[in-house]
């Protein structure tokens, strides 16, 4: 279950291939979705700070990090394995001797900034397939969204996993309304998501509120902060009403 819902194991070359660049060319559609996140500003990006939260069918998670994407290094706080609270910090790059804690908080991290950061990685993850067809219902509430569907490829590094798909329901800006995850090795297992609660960090833009109704599963992301390049002060992840000052 945990797999089909957080991706734990996302794999890792994810975390290792320079941000901005892509293995190989992505398809156009799945380009013009990571630019409308902002793509083209991540290479700026030193640090970035989010906690991710949680409610599992009634068990809550909480996981705190800062991601020195820079030096590739990522610092955890949150519970261990006995359920008390720690802090640590951890290497992203492959290296001996990783302990069995360790290995769980890279799993954790894979997941949790997958579901903050999936449209970059629509370019990051490449190759990917995609199709576009058009205008197709919403699948959690009325209304049509821009319906682009992608396939993972068939080699192990992948996560999601090979011949996984996921079913983008986008808006006229190219931002993700709702999607959809179905799992090869389920077939009759999907995975309805909204995306909601839009904020800007500088020019990055992240959906911070997730609903799976039918599992009745919530995630959410607080206290997102980026630390851009050349500035002194991190940006913190603000709504468009917080930015034009209507509160």
Partial sequence: MERSIFWAAVFSAALLIRPGMAAEDPPDVLHA???AYGLEVFSQVEALCFTFNGD???DSVRREWIWDVAHARVT???QDLDGALTVRTISLRPHQGTSEFEQRIQDWFSGDQYWLLFPLHLVWDAPLDAEADGLKALPL???LGHHVVIRYPNVPRHRPGAGDQLELFLDGNNQIIQWVYRQKSLPKFSLASTWQDYSHAGPLVFALSHECPRQKIRIW???VLVKYRGD??????????QLAGKF
């Fill in 33 to 35: 979705i990571a630019q």
């Fill in 56 to 58: 599992l069918q009634g």
């Fill in 76 to 78: 955890y706080k949150g």
């Fill in 141 to 143: 509430s009325e209304g």
């Fill in 221 to 223: 992301f607080t206290n």
């Fill in 232 to 241: 002194q002060q991190w940006a913190r992840a603000r709504s468009p009403e």
